[in-house]
T-cell receptor, first 115, second 110 residues
Framework: DTGVSQNPRHKITKRGQNVTFRCDPI?????LYWYRQTLGQGPEFLTY????????KSRLLSDRFSAERPKGSFSTLEIQRTEQGDSAMYLC?????????????FGPGTRLLVL | SQKIEQNSEALNIQEGKTATLTCNYT??????LQWYRQDPGRGPVFLLL???NEKEKRKERLKVTFDTTLKQSLFHITASQPADSATYLC?????????WGAGTKLIIKP
């Protein structure tokens, strides 16, 4: 399967704990995005990378959130000191910039529940 | 403020009929607009992209229109089937990212 993959698919944690999610994009894609989605809402932009550079981060994102994309391949999203309000689906998407299309290909998401 | 609106209420359509979903936006001038399908517990799946200079785009039973004067896109599914039941999201480009509507849940009844 050459699509976007995310791990884990589900994560349950206690408030105050740190969690880390991984995203493996489509191999030739140079852009990678992280979104958060809650029930009944569309995806909310968190951050994006072009190759290994993090080019933008949402103003809504607190400093408890950090993302990396070493070597421009897979990416990790870490949430420190989780809060119940962090409970959501975390989606990763990738795209190939410069192909005349900004179509984003999404992974299955990681569902986080903070107790 | 910038806003994208999709019908928040679920749309119930009889199998075989045409389903029409609406996406309205304000305070944007997008170069293109995209429609995605999302099934419960899964990520969105790309369906169609339409550019600002295109009025209509078709793909099999799907048709999208884009009226930049009305700031509206319509998404049509003809000969609808129960398997078309899902949430449909529209998204606009805004520089480096996509801005998303909340989606409309479509239910096709046999």
């Amino acid at each position: 399967d050459t699509g976007v993959s995310q791990n884990p698919r589900h994560k349950i944690t206690k408030r105050g704990q740190n969690v880390t999610f991984r995203c493996d994009p489509i191999s030739e894609h140079n852009r990678l995005y992280w979104y958060r989605q809650t029930l009944g809402q569309g995806p909310e932009f968190l951050t994006y990378f072009q190759n290994e550079a993090q080019l933008e981060k949402s103003r809504l994102l607190s400093d408890r959130f950090s993302a990396e994309r070493p070597k421009g391949s897979f990416s990790t999203l870490e949430i420190q000191r989780t809060e119940q309000g962090d409970s959501a689906m975390y989606l990763c998407a990738s795209s190939l910039e410069g192909q005349g299309s900004a179509t984003q290909y999404f992974g299955p998401g990681t569902r986080l529940l903070v107790l | 403020s910038q806003k994208i609106e999709q019908n928040s209420e679920a749309l119930n359509i009889q199998e075989g009929k045409t389903a029409t979903l609406t996406c309205n936006y304000t305070n944007y001038s997008p170069a293109y607009l995209q429609w995605y399908r999302q099934d419960p517990g899964r990520g969105p799946v790309f369906l169609l992209l339409i550019r600002e200079n295109e009025k209509e785009k078709r793909k099999e039973r799907l048709k999208v229109t884009f009226d930049t004067t009305l700031k509206q896109s319509l998404f049509h599914i003809t000969a609808s089937q129960p398997a078309d039941s899902a949430t449909y999201l529209c998204a606009l480009d805004s520089n480096y990212q996509l801005i998303w509507g909340a989606g409309t849940k479509l239910i096709i009844k046999p």
